[in-house]
């Protein structure tokens, strides 16, 4: 079991800056691709950024790449980040981030482990 606990979100301008935090405890964090999505009202989860498990692999949504940065920290605090910087009204959503023990990175919400969501709203 992992569980997943995500902290960071709030309102902000169009314009401004958030990091998201997710802390990871149980199975072995350092096995697992760490991936984050977001749920705006009346849509589909979609896929943002995801992270491997060195974190020498990244990749992002194209509506969000150069905005958003992922990274982890697989020593003492286990855990993940998306620095999301020149936030948009479209970004609003509630933001997961999920945790994957297979081969690759993953754009399908289809990972093994997921948090209860933050919610991020960007006024305009």
């Known amino acids: 079991q992992v569980q997943l606990v995500e902290s960071g979100g709030g309102l902000v301008q169009a314009g401004g800056s958030l990091r998201l935090s997710c802390a990871a405890s149980?199975?072995?964090?350092?096995?697992?691709?760490m991936g984050w999505f977001r749920q705006a009202p009346g849509k589909e989860r979609e896929f943002v950024a995801a992270?491997?498990?060195?974190?020498?692999?990244?990749?992002y949504a194209d509506s969000v790449k150069g905005r958003f940065t992922i990274s982890r920290d697989n020593s003492k605090t286990t855990t993940v980040y998306l620095q999301m910087n020149s936030l948009k009204p479209e970004d609003t959503a509630v933001y997961y981030c999920?945790?994957?023990?297979?081969?690759?990175?993953?754009?399908?919400?289809?990972?093994?482990?997921w948090g209860q969501g933050t919610q991020v709203t960007v006024a305009s």
């Open positions: 992270i491997s498990r060195t974190g020498g692999s990244t990749d």
């Open positions: 999920a945790a994957d023990y297979s081969r690759s990175l993953l754009r399908a919400p289809t990972y093994d482990y």
């Open positions: 149980g199975r072995s964090f350092n096995s697992s691709n």
